[in-house]
């Protein structure tokens, strides 16, 4: 699967963003979808997942209540919808999938599959 993340760009502290990742391939509803993102000098991190089905969803505690993940079989998309956005929320953004099902896994090590990222910055 080929996946091209778009949406990213700068916006006030309190604000929001909607990302979006398009998929190619027939099998997209097979995978488990996630988030995951590297700000400036940071390792990368887990944001979001979601299972392959959409029966379950799984956050950073970072993001919790602010963030959320969901995912389009029919149109081969996933989204992640941004809310009270904090500066702390910098960075570039990437969408992964993996073929595991029974779990969301949190670490990229998981995921086969790359977007080229999105970069999301978040003024004060």
């Known amino acids: 699967v080929q996946l091209q993340a778009s949406g990213g760009g700068l916006v006030q502290a309190g604000g929001s963003l909607r990302l979006s990742c398009a998929a190619s391939?027939?099998?997209?509803?097979?995978?488990?979808m996630a988030w995951f993102r590297q700000g400036p000098g940071k390792e990368r991190e887990f944001v979001a997942g979601?299972?392959?089905?959409?029966?379950?969803?799984y956050y950073a505690d970072s993001v919790k209540g602010r963030f959320t993940i969901s995912k389009n079989n029919a149109k081969n998309m996933v989204y992640l919808q941004m809310n009270s956005l904090k500066p702390e929320d910098t960075a570039v953004y990437y969408c992964?999938?993996?073929?595991?099902?029974?779990?969301?896994?949190?670490?990229?090590?998981?995921?086969?599959?790359w977007g080229q990222g999105t970069l999301v910055t978040v003024s004060s």
């Open positions: 992964a999938a993996s073929l595991r099902s029974s779990t969301i896994p949190a670490q990229d090590s998981a995921y086969a599959y």
């Open positions: 979601v299972s392959w089905n959409q029966d379950r969803t």
């Open positions: 391939g027939r099998t997209f509803s097979r995978y488990t």
